[in-house]
């Protein structure tokens, strides 16, 4: 069993930043794949970022590529999001996942374990 709690979400203008973190609990951390998901209202749940046990293999949505970055420390059983230049578009509720599968990480549905959520708006 694994328990996300995600924080640092807020109000920013376009163009500035703001980093997610989630912490979890539990000893296997490290095992685990975690992701970033992203919902709007009126949406469905999308991927954002994902990133393997070590922080080597990380995955991004077209739509964030080289604007956010995901990283985790595995002492501090904690992972982040990095999210720089921001739009309008990435305004949602942004949530944390964890997984023990290692394929298609990039689907909700391969995720166990979810935070509570954090929103995110972004003022244009």
């Known amino acids: 069993q694994v328990q996300l709690v995600e924080s640092g979400g807020g109000l920013v203008q376009a163009g500035g930043s703001l980093r997610l973190s989630c912490a979890a609990s539990?000893?296997?951390?490290?095992?685990?794949?975690m992701g970033w998901f992203r919902q709007a209202p009126g949406k469905e749940r999308d991927f954002v970022a994902a990133v393997r046990w070590r922080g080597t293999m990380t995955y991004y949505a077209d739509s964030v590529k080289g604007r956010f970055t995901i990283s985790r420390d595995n002492a501090k059983n904690t992972v982040y999001l990095q999210m720089n230049s921001l739009k309008a578009d990435d305004t949602a509720v942004y949530y944390c996942?964890?997984?023990?599968?290692?394929?298609?990480?990039?689907?909700?549905?391969?995720?166990?374990?979810w935070g509570q959520g954090t929103q995110v708006t972004v003022s244009s």
């Open positions: 539990g000893r296997t951390f490290s095992r685990y794949v």
């Open positions: 996942a964890a997984t023990l599968r290692t394929d298609w990480v990039t689907l909700y549905y391969q995720y166990d374990y």
